[in-house]
C-alpha cells in the first residue's frame, strides 16, 4: 500500500476554495443536496465532503459534481502561462530558422 501523502497548505486552499463555489453554484441554483448528489452519483455525505473541500475525496467525485451542475464544461482549460510562453519562444525560434 502506498504511503499517505499530505496535501500542501495551498493544495487544502484551493480544495476548500473550489468546494465552496461548487456549494455556492449548487444554492444559487436553488438545488437540494440530494438531488445534486443523486445527478452526480454520490451520497450526500460524500456531496458534503467535496463542498467542504475535502482533500480524501476522490477527483472524480468532485468532477461528477461540476457535471451534475452543468459547469463541466470548459472546466479542463487550464491557464499555463510557463506553457504558452516557452510554445511562443519555440515557434519564434523555428520560424526564424527556417
Known amino acids: 500500500m502506498p504511503a499517505s501523502v499530505k496535501a500542501t497548505p495551498a493544495t487544502r486552499r484551493t480544495l476548500r476554495a473550489l468546494g465552496e463555489k461548487l ?3 449548487r444554492r444559487l441554483r436553488r438545488l437540494p443536496m440530494e438531488l445534486v448528489a443523486e445527478r452526480a452519483g454520490l451520497t450526500r455525505p460524500t456531496l458534503r465532503r467535496v463542498e467542504a473541500g ?4 476522490r477527483m472524480g467525485s468532485y468532477l461528477l459534481v461540476i457535471q451534475a451542475l452543468g ?9 499555463d502561462p510557463l506553457a504558452e510562453e516557452l510554445t511562443d519562444t519555440l515557434l519564434s ?6
Open 54 to 57: 475535502d482533500q480524501n475525496v
Open 71 to 79: 459547469l463541466l464544461e470548459g472546466f479542463a482549460d487550464l491557464h
Open 93 to 98: 525560434t523555428r520560424t526564424r530558422s527556417e
Open 23 to 25: 456549494k455556492r453554484a
